[in-house]
Structures are given as C-alpha cells and as structure tokens.
C-alpha cells in the first residue's frame, strides 16, 4: 500500500492535465445510473475531498472530467496532491485555480511531499518549500501539509528528531510567506520503536511549535493503530485544523493494512463512531475536512463510493 502511494506520488507531476454496501434510500436503480442520480437530494453542506481517492481517474479521464463529476455529487473543498515542478497534478496555480472556480470549487489545502535532505543543504530545502508554499498560496489555499514520510527516512526516533526541526523551519518559512504548515500521519506515528518509551507522534506533537505546526488527523490511520482520535484532540485542543474522513470494515480481506483485517470503506459503512468524533470539532479546533478512500473492494468505482460518503455526511446531523 505505501509502494503504491509513492509511485504514484513520484509520476504524478507527469499528467498533462466486504463488497461495496450502499445505504438505505441511495441503492442505484440502474447500472448505468450516473452518481449524481443515486445521491439523496439535500441542501448541500460543505464537504471536502482529498484528491488522492481518485488518482487514477484523474489520470485516465483527465482533471477537468473527473472533478466536473466531483462537483455534481455536491463536494465543495477539494484537497490536492501530485505536486511537481511548481504544478498541482500538471496544472499551474492558476489554471487548477480556474477550474475549480468555474466548479464552485475551492482548495483550502494542499498536500506536498518536500525532501527532507538534499545535495543543496538545508537551504535548497527550504528554499523548496518557500516555492511550494508560494504556489500554494497562489491556488488559494490556507494549509500546506506534509503528506508522507519514506519509510527509509523513518527508521528510528533520531530520524523523527532531525525531521521535527525541519518542520519547525518549514513551519516558520510558511508563516512568513503567508500560509499555515500541516503534518498529515498515518499509522506509523503511533508505534514504539523497540525500546522507546513514547510514539513518534507524540514526540512530533511535543517538539514543534504549536503556532507554526498544526494537524490534519486521518481518522483511519489512528483508528487503525489502536488509538482514538478524539482522545488526541484532547491532549493538544484547537491544533488539529484539518481531518481526512475515512472509515474502515472489519472483515477478511486483500485490503488488509500491516496483517490487520481492516480495510478501506465508503464513510458511514464501517466502525468509526464519526457522531462521536464530529461532536469533538471545537475540542479539535478543526477548520476543514476532507473524505478520502485509498483503495475500493472488489472494483467499486471510487465515483460511487465519494457519492456514499457525501450521502452520509450530507445528511449527517451532527456534520
């Protein structure tokens, strides 16, 4: 599964532009029925999702296509990746600004996967992430977040230690040009090194600054490492300004993440009590949040499941 987030991450900049369970009142009629048939009618409610869920519609179809489909199942914020040679997944600031706007659509936040050594010293890396920060700002976007630590670039709490002062830079260096840095996790963060007596993620929330480095919580990552979310948005209230919505299945599966039988699931399909965890935002001091599903079961459409997603959270009282 990490293999294929950083090939993936890694062509991006090349573009040029359980079975699936589906809720009472939304079943599709039809097989040839477009998502935005199958979507309960509402008052649509400010949703967001991380553009990674559809990479490989977006590569196939083009960007334009796949979020003029993103927009007519009622999504407001989007939330890209594939970050490269000063483009968003092939396109300048400026044209995917253009797009989304002619959408309806906006981008409050930007994930970026920035080195963190380089032949050029440190300077070359912030230099990097001043330039990032620069076109970030230019789409529009208030956070700029760090996606993805390399599995090579994570292999003890030295490495987490050097890495922590790297971002306190990047923190400053985003502050000064005008947007708020953000640390994205994944499950990773919360496991012990042998012989360690506190997780990654704590160390990661303790040593940077809290003004310059804030939060975007993926609520599955943590739920999958044993943790609950709204216990962390207790430890450090207001920091976490961002979420990924994502909810998991317990079953046996090929989607299975680190031997565990959890896999990937349309939101409101799966285990994660997200009344509870919505019920905590002001804890949280979340600003925005975004649905995300890595992976589908059995060949689902992701154009499906985002309408699931969007279903449940539109409907959602406590959204």
Same mark, same amino acid.
Request: net charge negative; aromatic share 14%; with cysteine.
């Given at each position: 599964m990490e293999k294929e987030r950083r090939d993936f991450l890694k062509t991006a900049g090349a573009f040029a532009a359980g079975s699936l369970i589906i809720p009472f009142g939304c079943a599709p009629k039809k097989a040839q029925e477009t998502v935005a048939e199958v979507i309960t009618p509402? +008052?649509?409610? @400010?949703?967001?999702?991380?553009?990674?869920?559809?990479? %490989?519609?977006?590569?196939?179809?083009?960007? =334009?296509?796949?979020l003029e489909k993103v927009s007519k199942i009622g999504y407001k914020w989007m939330e890209p990746f594939g970050y490269e040679g000063r483009k968003f997944l092939g396109k300048t600031p400026a044209e995917f600004k253009q797009i989304l706007s002619n959408l309806g659509m906006t981008a409050p936040s930007v994930h970026s996967v920035t080195e963190v050594s380089s032949s050029g010293g440190k300077e070359a890396i912030i230099d990097q992430m001043k330039a990032t920060a620069e076109d970030a700002?230019?789409?529009?976007?208030?956070?700029?977040?760090?996606?993805?630590?390399?599995?090579?670039?994570? +292999?003890?709490? @030295?490495?987490?230690?050097?890495?922590?002062?790297?971002? %306190?830079?990047?923190?400053?260096?985003?502050? =000064?040009?005008?947007?708020q840095f953000a640390y994205h996790n994944h499950n990773f963060e919360f496991m012990k090194f042998e012989g360690e007596t506190e997780m990654p993620?704590?160390?990661?929330?303790?040593?940077?600054?809290?003004n310059n480095v804030k939060f975007e919580l993926d609520l599955f990552w943590v739920t999958i490492a044993g943790q609950d979310p709204v216990e962390w948005f207790k430890k450090d209230p207001e920091r976490f300004h961002l979420w990924h919505v994502k909810d998991m299945v317990t079953e046996e599966n090929k989607y299975a993440v680190d031997g565990d039988d959890k896999y990937f699931a349309p939101v409101g399909q799966g285990i994660i009590d997200f009344k509870r965890i919505f019920d905590a935002r002001d804890t949280s001091g979340m600003k925005y949040f975004f649905v995300e599903q890595d992976f589908t079961k059995d060949g689902a459409s992701p154009f499906d499941t985002i309408a699931v997603s969007w279903n449940y959270l539109n409907n959602a009282a406590f959204v």
């Amino acid at each position: 599964m990490e293999k294929e987030r950083r090939d993936f991450l890694k062509t991006a900049g090349a573009f040029a532009a359980g079975s699936l369970i589906i809720p009472f009142g939304c079943a599709p009629k039809k097989a040839q029925e477009t998502v935005a048939e199958v979507i309960t009618p509402a +008052t649509p409610k @400010d949703i967001g999702l991380q553009l990674y869920t559809l990479r %490989n519609e977006i590569q196939n179809e083009g960007l =334009e296509v796949t979020l003029e489909k993103v927009s007519k199942i009622g999504y407001k914020w989007m939330e890209p990746f594939g970050y490269e040679g000063r483009k968003f997944l092939g396109k300048t600031p400026a044209e995917f600004k253009q797009i989304l706007s002619n959408l309806g659509m906006t981008a409050p936040s930007v994930h970026s996967v920035t080195e963190v050594s380089s032949s050029g010293g440190k300077e070359a890396i912030i230099d990097q992430m001043k330039a990032t920060a620069e076109d970030a700002i230019a789409l529009g976007a208030e956070y700029l977040v760090w996606a993805f630590l390399k599995p090579e670039d994570r +292999t003890s709490m @030295d490495d987490y230690k050097r890495h922590i002062e790297t971002w %306190n830079k990047f923190g400053e260096v985003c502050k =000064e040009t005008g947007i708020q840095f953000a640390y994205h996790n994944h499950n990773f963060e919360f496991m012990k090194f042998e012989g360690e007596t506190e997780m990654p993620y704590e160390m990661i929330m303790r040593e940077t600054d809290p003004n310059n480095v804030k939060f975007e919580l993926d609520l599955f990552w943590v739920t999958i490492a044993g943790q609950d979310p709204v216990e962390w948005f207790k430890k450090d209230p207001e920091r976490f300004h961002l979420w990924h919505v994502k909810d998991m299945v317990t079953e046996e599966n090929k989607y299975a993440v680190d031997g565990d039988d959890k896999y990937f699931a349309p939101v409101g399909q799966g285990i994660i009590d997200f009344k509870r965890i919505f019920d905590a935002r002001d804890t949280s001091g979340m600003k925005y949040f975004f649905v995300e599903q890595d992976f589908t079961k059995d060949g689902a459409s992701p154009f499906d499941t985002i309408a699931v997603s969007w279903n449940y959270l539109n409907n959602a009282a406590f959204v």
